[in-house]
C-alpha cells in the first residue's frame, strides 16, 4: 500500500506506540484519524504530526461500547470520504495473580472486574473496531490493512490471565480476518512488541527496571519507533496478510 494520502485510523493514540505509528506513519502524508478515550489527550500527538505536514484530526470513543465505535468509523469515513487502514493498539492492563496465598491463608484473587475492564478494552474493542473497519472497506472498494497489537504476554505471563488471554485472542483475530477478508482484497496482521520504552515503562523504579532490562538478551528496551517501523511494513507489504511480527529483543516469555 502507498501510504500517502491513505486514511488511517490509530486508537490509544495519544501516547506510548500510538503516538510513535501517528508520527511515522505522518511521515508518509498519510490521512490521520487519531483514536483516544479522551480526544483532548491526542493534542501533543497531533502537534508532532503536523509538524509533516500531515492532514489529521482527533476522535474521542470508548472502543469497548458498541454504539461509540459504530458512530466513531461512521465519523471518520464521513469526514475523510474513505478508509484505507486501522491499527487497533488501544489497550489497558489490570495485572493480578489468579489466585495469592501465603502460609496457607488466601490473600487475594483476580476480581471479574480486573478480568472483565480488560477483556473488555482489548479483546472486545478490537473485535468492534476492527468489524466496523472491515465493514465501511469492504462498502467503499478499499483494499484496506487492518492491524492487531498483540504482545509478547500472549503466550502466558505470570500476574497477566486477563491481558495474556486478550493479547492470544487479537492475533487469531488476525489469523481469522486475514481469510475471511482476503476475498475482497483486506489484508490484516499482529505485532507482538516485548518490553517497549513507554512512558509507563519510564515510571517504574529503577531497580525494577534495571531487573526487566537483564532478562533480555539484547539487553535494552525496545523503543516505540521500533514498533512503529513494524507497523509501517505490514502497510507497506501487499503480500503480508494472516502474520504474526515478533518485535521483542529475543524476549520469550
Keep these: 500500500m502507498e501510504l500517502k494520502d491513505k486514511v488511517i485510523v490509530i486508537t490509544g493514540a495519544a501516547r506510548g506506540l500510538g503516538a510513535a505509528m501517528a508520527k511515522r506513519l505522518a511521515g508518509h502524508g498519510s490521512k490521520l484519524a487519531l483514536v483516544d478515550l479522551d480526544a483532548d489527550s491526542i493534542a501533543d500527538t497531533v502537534a508532532a504530526c503536523k509538524s509533516s505536514a500531515a492532514d489529521v484530526r482527533t476522535y474521542g470513543a470508548n472502543v469497548a461500547v458498541e454504539s461509540q465505535v459504530v458512530e466513531l468509523f461512521e465519523g471518520i469515513v464521513a469526514d475523510f470520504g474513505g478508509l484505507d487502514g486501522l491499527v487497533n493498539n488501544a489497550g489497558i492492563t489490570r495485572d493480578a495473580l489468579l489466585v495469592k496465598y501465603k502460609d496457607g491463608e488466601l490473600l487475594s484473587k483476580m476480581g471479574l472486574e480486573q478480568w472483565q475492564a480488560v477483556i473488555d478494552v482489548n479483546l472486545t474493542g478490537v473485535f468492534l473496531c476492527g468489524r466496523e473497519a472491515a465493514q465501511h472497506m469492504v462498502q467503499l472498494g478499499s483494499k484496506g490493512v487492518i492491524i492487531n497489537i498483540s504482545s509478547v504476554s500472549r503466550a502466558g505471563n505470570m500476574g497477566q490471565t486477563n491481558y495474556s488471554a486478550a493479547k492470544?485472542?487479537?492475533?487469531?483475530?488476525?489469523?481469522?480476518?486475514?481469510?475471511?477478508?482476503a476475498r475482497y482484497g483486506i489484508r490484516t496482521g499482529s505485532i507482538a512488541p516485548g518490553f517497549i520504552n513507554t512512558e509507563m515503562v519510564a515510571g517504574m523504579k529503577p531497580e525494577a527496571r534495571e531487573k526487566l532490562v537483564a532478562g533480555i538478551p539484547l539487553k535494552r528496551m525496545?523503543?516505540?519507533?521500533?514498533?512503529?517501523?513494524?507497523?509501517?511494513f505490514i502497510f507497506d507489504n501487499d503480500y503480508f496478510s494472516g502474520r504474526l511480527i515478533e518485535v521483542d529483543g529475543v524476549l520469550r516469555l
Excluded: F, N, S, Y
Excluded at 492470544?168 to 477478508?181: D, F, I, P, R
Excluded at 523503543?223 to 512503529?228: L, Q, R, T
Design 168 to 181: 492470544a485472542g487479537v492475533q487469531a483475530m488476525a489469523v481469522t480476518w486475514a481469510k475471511e477478508l
Design 222 to 232: 525496545g523503543e516505540p519507533d521500533e514498533i512503529a517501523r513494524a507497523v509501517e
